[in-house]
Structures are given as structure tokens and as C-alpha cells.
T-cell receptor
Framework: GNSVTQMEGPVTLSEEAFLTINCTYTATGYPSLFWYVQYPGEGLQLLLKATKADDKGSNKGFEATYRKETTSFHLEKGSVQVSDSAVYFCALSDAGGGNKLTFGTGTQLKVEL | EAGVAQSPRYKIIEKRQSVAFWCNPISGHATLYWYQQILGQGPKLLIQFQNNGVVDDSQLPKDRFSAERLKGVDSTLKIQPAKLEDSAVYLC???????????FGEGSRLTVL
């Protein structure tokens, strides 16, 4: 079945540091890939997505590239801010669509001044 | 635009008792989801509704869990009788289409003692 593996947290960075959160997946066919973010006290929300190989999703300074050859979708940001402190979830949906998402376990990011 | 509303936010019960959670999706969203998120794990889909019909309930423990979506709007998730391992956050989400963008509520945290 489908599965998502992401790096364990918590990850603690200083403001303006470079961020990478690793995500790899196992799936049949060509799934769509997502990063969701959960800010403190809020529900999960879509951060970015990519629907086919070599696509790059981007939003709010975050980027992730769909790498089929390495089955990866790593999240990156060049300069993090305190306001980026949150839990980040990597997810995929079945190749056939239908919005059935499989989530990773989440990575907590804490950004300090 | 109002987001996904859930209640109650917190519930503590004894094992073998029953509990019900309520969800009101974003207006006009045809698809509604219930996810279970156990501490340290990613959200797991329990059930997906399209309007008032069930699309996927393959991971719903039907001996104790039930869900309904009358009139294709609000939904209720019930657990009876509860077990210790049901302690989790129950997330409701809704979507307008099938592009992978789900809108989540803040969740209902259940503790079973």
C-alpha cells in the first residue's frame, strides 16, 4: 500500500536559517504529492502540491520538487521566520485521484530568534 | 468564509462509554472526511462522504465506530463503546473538488481513561 516517510522532529532553527524537511514515499503509479502545515491552534492547511514528476510546488517561500527517480518530495525554504513554526505533514493521494490522502507522521519546526 | 467547525474540542470519557463528534463543513463542499490522528502519527482516513453517500469507509472500525451525514451537510462520528486505543484527535475535513486540497477543522481531542 501507499506510505509516506518524513524526517522526525522536532527541528529547531534560528531565524533566517535554511530549512529542509525530508519526505520519501512508496506508491504505485503516479500519485500527487502535498505538504500540509498545521500552525498552533489551527487546522491543517494545504501549503503546496505537485501532481506529476519534476513539478515544483511553491507557496509562501517554501518549495518542493516531485522527484520520481528518488521517490522524494523534500520541503525547502531559504530563510525561515519565527512565524513558520508549525508542524509540517507530507502526504500523497492515490494515482487514481479521489482525494484519499496518506499522511506522514509530521515534523515539528521551531524557529527561534 | 467560515471554516470547518467541529465540536466538542475536548472530551474525556471512561472506557466502554460512548461519545459523539459533530462537524459542519464549509458551505457548498460536497465531500466530507473524518480522520483519526493518534499522538505521534499522521492523520488516518476513517470515512469519506460524497454528499450523503459513503465513498470509502475501509478503515473505519465498524464494530464500534459509526458515522452519518444526513442531508449531505453536517456529519456526526460516534464511538460506542470506546476503548483506550481510541484516544486521539478526530479531524473533520471538507473539499469542493478532487484536487487534493482539503480544508480541516481544528479537531476534537478524545481521551479515554
Amino acid at each position: 500500500g501507499n506510505s509516506v516517510t518524513q524526517m522526525e522532529g522536532p527541528v529547531t532553527l534560528s531565524e533566517e536559517a535554511f530549512l529542509t524537511i525530508n519526505c520519501t514515499y512508496t506508491a504505485t503509479g503516479y500519485p500527487s504529492l502535498f505538504w500540509y502545515v498545521q500552525y498552533p491552534g489551527e487546522g491543517l492547511q494545504l501549503l503546496l502540491k505537485a501532481t506529476k514528476a519534476d513539478d515544483k510546488g511553491s507557496n509562501k517561500g517554501f518549495e518542493a520538487t516531485y522527484r520520481k527517480e528518488t521517490t522524494s518530495f523534500h520541503l525547502e525554504k531559504g530563510s525561515v521566520q519565527v512565524s513558520d513554526s508549525a508542524v509540517y505533514f507530507c502526504a500523497l493521494s492515490d494515482a487514481g485521484g479521489g482525494n484519499k490522502l496518506t499522511f506522514g507522521t509530521g515534523t515539528q519546526l521551531k524557529v527561534e530568534l | 468564509e467560515a471554516g470547518v467547525a467541529q465540536s466538542p474540542r475536548y472530551k474525556i470519557i471512561e472506557k466502554r462509554q460512548s461519545v459523539a463528534f459533530w462537524c459542519n463543513p464549509i458551505s457548498g463542499h460536497a465531500t466530507l472526511y473524518w480522520y483519526q490522528q493518534i499522538l505521534g502519527q499522521g492523520p488516518k482516513l476513517l470515512i469519506q462522504f460524497q454528499n450523503n453517500g459513503v465513498v470509502d469507509d475501509s478503515q473505519l472500525p465498524k464494530d464500534r465506530f459509526s458515522a452519518e451525514r444526513l442531508k449531505g451537510v453536517d456529519s456526526t462520528l460516534k464511538i460506542q463503546p470506546a476503548k483506550l486505543e481510541d484516544s486521539a484527535v478526530y479531524l473533520c475535513a471538507s473539499s469542493a473538488g478532487l484536487n487534493g486540497e482539503l480544508f480541516f477543522g481544528e479537531g476534537s481531542r478524545l481521551t479515554v481513561l
